[in-house]
Every structure is written in structure tokens, then in C-alpha cells.
């Protein structure tokens, strides 16, 4: 499994008037988690453009377990789903760095799609297979 760690910490404009993360925060970290796993794993939203695609999200689960405050720091913990399907799948948990506990779990899905005709892909695009045979995912 490859998986991306970062640390973000939680910023005065992330919390409502209870001082916790307002709820529609937690998604912008699953994207934060998306975009540091792919500049680790150079399975950027770039990288995909330089093959004419885009990725849309189509399904996006989001399990809350404990708050987030000010003052705390997010750990974003970002997990490649392998999948046969033309399909990015991540799997998130994001723990409180000053807590340790699960604040929220989650899960995304992907889809590849041609942003010009907005046509998805039903098989996996050729750079794709060769990105999962590079990290032995084929």
C-alpha cells in the first residue's frame, strides 16, 4: 500500500464559534492529503493533465469521530486504494497531532475523464498501468 502523511496545522479561518473544525474543512484536508500524496508519489493533478485527463471526484465518504481545535494540528494520513477499475481510490484518516485520537476518517473516488468532450474512461489509461507497475501495484 502507498500511503502520504502531512501535518496541517489548524488555522483561526478552520474553526467555527466553538473554536472546533467546522465540518466542510475536513474534505479541504482529504484534498490537502490527495495533493501531498501525489508530489510524493508523482500522481499529481498536473501529472494527470500532462496525459489530457482530468480526475472528477464522483463519491466522497466522510466519517467524523472527534473535533478538531484551534491550536491542535491535523495529521492526514492519505492511503492508495488499488483497484482494477480506471478509478483513484483514497482512503483517509486524519488524528489530532496534540490528542492522538481519530478526528475523521473518509474515503474519495475518482474517475478519469477527457476535459475537453467530458467523457470518462471505462479502462485504465495507458500511463496509469505503467504509474502502478513503477510502485508494484500491477
Known amino acids: 500500500m502507498l500511503k502520504n502523511t502531512v501535518h496541517s496545522p489548524i488555522?483561526?479561518?478552520?474553526?467555527?464559534?466553538?473554536?472546533?473544525?467546522?465540518?466542510?474543512?475536513?474534505?479541504?484536508?482529504?484534498?490537502?492529503?490527495?495533493?501531498?500524496?501525489?508530489?510524493?508519489?508523482?500522481?499529481?493533478?498536473?501529472?494527470?493533465?500532462?496525459?489530457?485527463?482530468?480526475?472528477?471526484?464522483?463519491?466522497?465518504q466522510v466519517?467524523?469521530?472527534?473535533?478538531?481545535?484551534?491550536?491542535?494540528?491535523?495529521?492526514?494520513e492519505t492511503t492508495f486504494i488499488n483497484s482494477p477499475a480506471a478509478k483513484i481510490i483514497f482512503e483517509?484518516?486524519?488524528?489530532?497531532?496534540?490528542?492522538?485520537?481519530?478526528?475523521?476518517?473518509?474515503?474519495t473516488t475518482q474517475v478519469f475523464m477527457n476535459p475537453v468532450n467530458k467523457e470518462l474512461l471505462i479502462t485504465m489509461p495507458p500511463f496509469m498501468e505503467l504509474w502502478k507497475q513503477k510502485w508494484n501495484l500491477a
Do not use: M
Open 92 to 107: 483517509y484518516k486524519i488524528t489530532s497531532a496534540k490528542h492522538g485520537y481519530i478526528a475523521c476518517i473518509g474515503r
Open 11 to 60: 488555522k483561526f479561518s478552520e474553526v467555527d464559534s466553538l473554536r472546533v473544525v467546522w465540518h466542510g474543512n475536513y474534505v479541504r484536508y482529504f484534498e490537502d492529503g490527495r495533493e501531498a500524496f501525489g508530489k510524493e508519489f508523482q500522481l499529481g493533478y498536473l501529472d494527470i493533465y500532462e496525459h489530457g485527463l482530468a480526475v472528477p471526484l464522483i463519491d466522497l
Open 63 to 76: 466519517n467524523f469521530k472527534r473535533v478538531l481545535e484551534y491550536g491542535d494540528t491535523a495529521v492526514i
